[in-house]
């Protein structure tokens, strides 16, 4: 199946600066992705979609100013917290889907762990 | 913003016994799936049913869909200790999918 990876998987940073998460789809081009928030014992939620060579769509009440997403390629989507603070702290998980007209499925990397101090 | 709440927030059952978990939705869906977490972790895609379909299986699991009530129920049949984990069922339409609350099922030995 298809596989997508996420850099780092654990991150713990000092309030105030700022901190890159990569997602990357392995094996297949993935022209949308897409970035979750999920908060301890609550449910993903969507902060944005991604186009490759266009600017992020964000979800209402997400701040595209402190949420920085690139999807330079095909592969790889970006997401960058900036002055990070401790309510920043969360598992952030991307998604990829690849582009076919009939599939609706998206495949979820493992997450990445931040720790904000 | 989330579209799907499941029902029960949380579940303990006997191994062995099955499990039912249900989802409800608000608005008009191309499909809806099913996705395991365990803690922590990433997600797992369980299951995914097309607006058309009304059930679907895959192994010890059954999927129902009623468009026409807006709902979705997950069935697990001969519960294991390694179903433990929380289930969320999630709506797409277009090409975006909205996660539900989830449900936290436990296992008991």
């Known amino acids: 199946g298809a596989v997508v990876s996420q850099h780092p998987s654990r991150v713990i940073c000092k309030s105030g600066t700022s901190v890159k998460i990569e997602c990357r789809s392995l094996?297949?081009?993935?022209?949308?992705m897409f970035w979750y928030r999920q908060f301890p014992k609550q449910s993903l939620m969507l902060m944005a979609t991604?186009?490759?060579?266009?600017?992020?769509?964000?979800e209402q009440g997400v701040e595209k100013d402190k949420f920085l997403i690139n999807h330079a390629s095909l592969t790889l989507s970006t997401l960058t917290v900036t002055s990070a603070h401790p309510e920043d702290s969360s598992f952030y998980i991307c998604?990829?889907?690849?582009?076919?007209?009939?599939?609706?499925?998206?495949?979820f990397g493992p997450g990445t762990r931040l720790t904000v101090t | 913003s989330q579209q799907g709440e499941e029902d029960p927030q949380a579940l303990s059952i006997q191994e062995g016994e099955n499990a039912t978990m249900n989802c409800s939705y608000k608005?008009?869906?191309?499909?809806l799936q099913w996705y395991r977490q365990n803690s922590g972790r990433g997600l797992v895609h369980l299951i995914l049913?097309?607006?058309?379909?009304r059930e679907k299986h895959s192994g010890r699991l059954r999927v129902t869909l009623d468009t026409s009530k807006k709902s979705s129920s997950l069935l697990i049949t001969a519960s294991r200790a390694a179903d433990t984990a929380s289930y969320f069922c999630?709506?797409?339409?277009?090409?975006?999918?909205?996660f539900g609350k989830g449900t936290r099922l436990h296992i008991l030995p």
């Open positions: 998604s990829a889907s690849p582009p076919s007209p009939t599939s609706y499925e998206q495949y």
């Open positions: 094996d297949f081009q993935a022209t949308t």
């Open positions: 991604s186009n490759e060579g266009s600017k992020a769509t964000y």
């Open positions: 608005t008009s869906i191309n499909n």
């Open positions: 049913i097309r607006s058309n379909e």
């Open positions: 999630a709506t797409g339409r277009d090409d975006k999918i909205i």
